[in-house]
């Protein structure tokens, strides 16, 4: 198979025979049966690909879909003027950042549909003209398709309130066309990151249909596990062989550290197409997507924001919690969600709610370790601290994981884990412990889960040895051991072959590390 890594282009996918799972049948849905639309996905999901399909559509191009499911379903090919956007590729923290693209665009539009410019910059008025032309000389309504439209927005959210509201303004004019151009439109496709209200862009025309949360077009980018099982046995065969498992094992695998991803309530299993296409072409489980790109933006967010990702994560929320982002309040969930590091876990439906966490290991290991270094201002040793963590603990070495534990937590710069108070001491305590204990999760099973005697703070299994830990502040760790035993935490595991191991470790605030550690063997 040859995997289109790093290739948008539908032309270009099939007319070199790159491996495509075929979405046409929600392409004419979407053309068929509405006219303006926005979907929300994650960056590197498929949505310039989307797009680029689309346009092969209404350019009518019927021979790059022979074969596909469109092809049955299509029966009258008509081509229209096009008018594709797409932001990406340009920092809009520069001045004057977006008009100029909006410049160069309008344009090359302007000499196509021989236009001549106005005496201003005004967007509205100039695409109005441009979309009057086209469909006087095509005889076609026109359909204009933005890629991250979103784009100038995000690469100054939080960062110069100034620039945010020209681009804003801009933005804003530009698509106000929309209601004024409505007679002259085809279809309108907008994609993006993240869906912003109250500052809205979208406030010059009638509200797009937002599908981004549709059962019908859950799966319109990104894998199925279905699809994933049926169209792709060949390259799940051979990670399997480089491997040295079976091909359920690697299923297994995969869907550990790609899948997770769900987009309504249908619960639809969808893996990252950029992920899973690049483990295939490199036969290695690795962290494709969170290597492509910081989302710099989130972490500006979290540090305006004063409770942790562990106040967000495994929770249940309403709708309004996450799927609009109010740039006015200072409450990253929306953001976090609809930038892929959150998804849909679970849905209540008689209550409405949705459970919300980290979609898999890949997103877990990645957006952890970056809140975790900016937290605690250790990015050097981090990852290989982890790591060396957990084969301590897969190997049954508790000294030495107490050892490792101990001298990171010192390794910590003063002055981020001084805290002056009683509530922002024992915040920070939390905190770490739940950054640490939660990294650790991606290799290892984690577990904070009500037991009929209590909470147990957490609970560390690997294939051989499992650890119940109860941390104290300021504290004794006899104390904590004690109540691993008062509360009977260890009783789930009496029967378990592995060998069990209760911990009481004591932080003290004094000198931010561990200063009383005591263990017994069940």
């Given at each position: ?49 989307l797009l680029s399909t689309l346009r092969a559509y209404f ?270 309040v200072e409450y990253p969930l929306p953001m976090i969600y ?30 952890l370790t970056m809140v975790t270094s900016n937290y605690l ?146």
């Amino acid at each position: 198979m040859k995997y289109p890594i790093g290739i948008q282009t539908f032309e270009q996918i099939i007319e070199e025979g790159y491996v495509y799972v075929d979405k046409t049948d929600m392409v004419y849905s979407l053309a068929n049966e509405g006219k303006v639309y926005f979907l929300s996905r994650p960056r590197r999901f498929g949505k310039s690909l989307l797009l680029s399909t689309l346009r092969a559509y209404f350019e009518g191009r019927k021979e790059l879909f022979k074969g596909l499911k469109i092809e049955a379903m299509e029966k009258n090919w008509h081509r229209h003027p096009i008018f594709h956007l797409d932001f990406n590729g340009i920092d809009y923290t520069m001045p004057n950042a977006l008009r100029a693209k909006f410049e160069g665009y309008f344009a090359q539009w302007e000499e196509a549909y021989g236009v001549t410019p106005g005496p201003d910059f005004n967007p509205a008025s100039r695409f109005e003209r441009i979309i009057q032309a086209a469909v006087q000389q095509s005889g076609q309504k026109v359909v204009v398709l933005v890629d991250e439209y979103d784009k100038p927005l995000l690469d100054v959210l939080e960062k110069d309130a100034e620039l945010m509201e020209q681009n804003r303004e801009i933005l804003k004019a530009f698509y106000s066309v929309f209601k004024q151009a409505d007679a002259y439109l085809r279809f309108v496709f907008l994609t993006g990151v993240t869906k912003f209200s109250q500052v809205s862009v979208f406030s010059g025309f009638n509200q797009p249909k937002d599908i981004s949360m549709y059962d019908q077009y859950e799966a319109l980018c990104g894998i199925t596990e279905e699809e994933l099982h049926t169209q792709f046995a060949e390259p799940i065969h051979a990670m399997a062989l480089a491997e040295n498992c079976t091909d359920e094992e690697m299923k297994q695998l995969l869907k550990q550290h790609y899948d997770g991803y769900h987009f309504s309530e249908q619960m639809t299993d969808i893996y990252n197409p950029f992920s899973i296409l690049n483990a295939f072409d490199a036969k290695k489980i690795r962290d494709f997507w969170f290597a492509t790109g910081t989302p710099t933006y989130l972490i500006r967010l979290m540090n305006h924001f004063h409770e942790g990702i562990d106040q967000l994560t495994g929770k249940y929320y309403s709708l309004d919690a996450f799927i609009n982002y109010k740039a006015d309040v200072e409450y990253p969930l929306p953001m976090i969600y609809q930038s892929g590091y959150l998804t849909i876990k679970s849905f209540e439906k008689d209550l409405g709610l949705f459970l919300l966490d980290f979609p898999n290991n890949e997103v877990k290991e990645g957006f952890l370790t970056m809140v975790t270094s900016n937290y605690l201002q250790c990015e050097p040793t981090l990852g290989s601290w982890v790591r060396q963590a957990v084969f301590a603990l897969r190997k049954g070495e508790l000294d030495t994981f107490h050892k490792q534990l101990t001298s990171f937590l010192a390794s910590i710069p003063y002055s981020m884990r001084r805290k002056e108070n009683q509530p922002e001491r024992e915040r920070y305590f939390q905190y770490t412990f739940y950054l640490l204990l939660r990294l650790m999760s991606v290799y290892t099973v984690y577990v904070e889960k009500e037991q009929s005697e209590g909470r147990v703070d957490c609970i560390v299994e690997t294939p051989n040895f499992v650890y119940i830990f109860e941390f104290k502040l300021d504290g004794t760790a006899q104390k904590a051991l004690q109540q691993i035993e008062d509360k009977g935490y260890a009783r789930p595991y009496e029967a378990d072959a592995r060998t069990v191991y209760k911990i009481g470790a004591n932080f003290s605030s004094e000198t931010g590390t561990i200063n009383d550690w005591v263990s017994t063997m069940q």
